[in-house]
């Protein structure tokens, strides 16, 4: 039983990396055609660019997180037994969920941005019909509630290994003085995220939800500044949630090719509980604009959201570089594109926590600044986490070798990934507006640029698709394959 239930997994964790990796393919093209567009290289309609921005926000965070649950559920079932029909439950709702938003935006032009603002379904309802705003509305709800059953299948199991979500967190040796480590890793940052994510989709849930009766009941009308809250709450932990599940990568890997336990002690369980609290509460950053937002919400998000960049970030940061410190580390793929996403994700933070100075905001937060510290964490943090999982998965679970080609795509990468992230500061530092479809002519250098930049990502990750995708043939065929043992 525990031989079948470990090929369901692996077969599970395949399917999902083989989508994640293709898509992330498919909105790096998406996003290299709007900045073509922007810099008058190629010419698109305002309307079919709009289009483009809705699915490439909202595809690259959803698939990330995606890509994200495979990391979390491969390696959470190294330490507690998983039903996998669970994880095949998600993964078809979220399919079923992005062929509707697909649907909805490039058949029935829905082109209101990942945000979904209240009311603004409703008026693009209006413009082109109820059909695509609810099948955009109605695929996002179904998407979400396959996180959730995904989530709360997971927290029961946790609270029957260990007794409670408080005890997975550590709770024991923060407040109780239980000596030793606490839970391993894996567990406490899938804790925080069932936690947190769960929260996030159950006010996105309520967003959704308010705009779906607000088109078909146009009488029932819903505060909008309420709605805002409840969106951008949803976008900020879902966001955010994605490279605390793909971390977990981080921690089983370098763990595993130094021969270093990542030891989870007092200081990791505190700041995975701070950043449990903290990621709750920062949402607010992305309102410091709104001057109808009660001042002591927008100083919670300033303060906070300095603060939220330190426990985990830098315990994970520093934990990284220490486990490698001397190690006999073999750097191959795997290891390498998980040393370097910890530089990708404190690199982009530091952008955030400028941005989140409220001074600073009132400038910058409607520029291309936004886009540049989000491209820098998602793209060098949390997407080169999955790429780096996905070889590591191919050469455990198979046969797969690293060749040439694979160091000169993660060179390819890094190298252009950071260009095209400067390319946005650059753009933010003079005042690029984000969102516009047109440019003017002064601003068209650092789109060119960043587009030139962004080809070659497309070509670094088409690499990495390719190898994984051709190395999936040899998965299971490893001799004297390991099985993951369950402790329940």
């Keep these: 039983m525990e031989t079948i239930a470990r090929n369901s997994i692996k077969k599970g964790v395949a399917a999902a990396l083989t989508i994640t990796s293709a898509v992330l393919v498919l909105m790096m093209i998406f996003g290299v055609m709007m900045l073509l567009n922007q810099g008058n290289t190629i010419k698109i309609s305002p309307q079919l660019f709009y289009e483009i921005m809705t699915i490439h926000g909202t595809g690259m965070v959803g698939i990330a997180a995606l890509g994200g649950s495979a990391i979390m559920w491969y390696f959470l079932s190294k330490y507690i037994q998983l039903n996998p029909k669970i994880f095949f439950t998600n993964l078809f709702l979220t399919l079923i969920g ?35 705003a609810l099948l955009f509305l109605f695929g996002l709800l179904i998407l979400g509630i396959g996180y959730l059953i995904m989530y709360f299948y997971i927290a029961a199991r946790l609270i029957k290994e260990y007794g409670g979500l408080g005890k997975s967190l550590g709770w024991d040796y923060i407040f109780r003085g239980k000596k030793g480590y606490g839970p391993p890793s894996a567990v406490v940052a899938s804790t925080m ?118 426990p985990v970030m830098v315990v994970t940061a520093y934990g990284a570089l220490m486990i490698v410190f001397r190690s006999a580390v073999k750097w191959d793929f795997a290891s390498s594109m998980m040393f370097l996403a910890m530089f990708g994700w404190v690199a982009g933070a530091v952008p955030a926590i400028i941005d989140a100075t409220i001074v600073v905001n009132h400038v910058m937060h409607n520029t291309k600044w936004v886009p540049g510290h989000f491209h820098t964490y998602m793209g060098m943090g ?43 500061l650059y753009a ?50 490893k001799p004297q394959e390991k099985i993951f043992k369950s402790v329940s």
């Design 382 to 424: 949390v997407i080169a986490m999955i790429f780096g999982f996905m070889y590591y998965f191919n050469k455990t679970e198979g046969t797969q070798k690293q060749t040439g080609t694979d160091q000169f795509a993660i060179a390819i990468y890094f190298l252009f990934f950071s260009g095209l992230a400067g390319s946005f």
């Design 98 to 132: 992005v062929i509707m938003v697909l649907a909805a935006i490039f058949v029935f032009n829905f082109s209101d941005g990942w945000t979904f603002l209240y009311p603004l379904p409703s008026a693009s309802a209006k413009i082109y019909g109820t059909t695509g």
């Design 193 to 310: 995220v069932i936690i947190a994510n769960s929260v996030g989709v159950l006010a996105g849930a309520t967003a959704l939800v308010e705009s779906i009766i607000n088109i078909l009941f146009p009488a029932v009308s819903f505060d909008p500044m309420m709605a805002k809250h409840l969106t951008y709450a949803f976008g900020h932990i879902f966001a955010n949630c994605t490279i605390y599940m793909a971390v977990i990568a981080v921690y089983e890997i370098l763990s595993e090719y130094t021969g270093r336990p990542w030891k989870p002690n007092k200081a990791f369980l505190i700041a995975w509980n701070c950043s449990t609290l903290f990621t709750l509460m920062i949402y607010t950053h992305h309102l410091l604009m709104d001057f109808a937002v009660p001042q002591w919400m927008l100083i919670i998000g300033q303060v906070f959201s300095y603060a939220n960049g330190l």
């Design 428 to 477: 933010g530092k003079i005042s690029v507006p984000r969102r516009w479809a047109e440019h003017l002519p002064e601003w068209t250098g650092s789109d060119q640029i960043g587009a030139i930049c962004g080809a070659f990502v497309i070509i670094a990750a088409v690499i990495f698709t390719t190898r994984f995708i051709y190395g999936l043939r040899n998965v299971g065929k």
